[in-house]
């Protein structure tokens, strides 16, 4: 697969994840969190991981909680 068509699928991939954020199931934000902190199917992001936890953190979502310790 190429690069150009790698990189589309990434900005597509962040788009949904824009729009479940924007539903801001506390779940949801945690799951998010956990692929932009593993890089997994995104770019490895850390502090946007860390705007996602703290988003769940304070809808009291206990894995997100946890993470940020």
């Known amino acids: 697969m190429s690069k150009k068509i790698l990189r589309k699928h ?17 779940m949801d934000l945690a799951d ?6 593993e890089g997994v199917g995104v770019e490895r ?14 809808k009291k979502e206990t894995t997100a909680i946890s993470l940020l310790g």
């Open 45 to 58: 992001d850390v502090p946007k991981a860390i705007s996602y936890l703290q988003k769940a953190a304070k």
């Open 10 to 26: 990434l900005a597509d991939l962040e788009k949904a994840f824009d729009q479940v954020a924007k539903k801001a199931d506390p």
């Open 32 to 37: 998010i969190a956990k692929c932009y902190l």
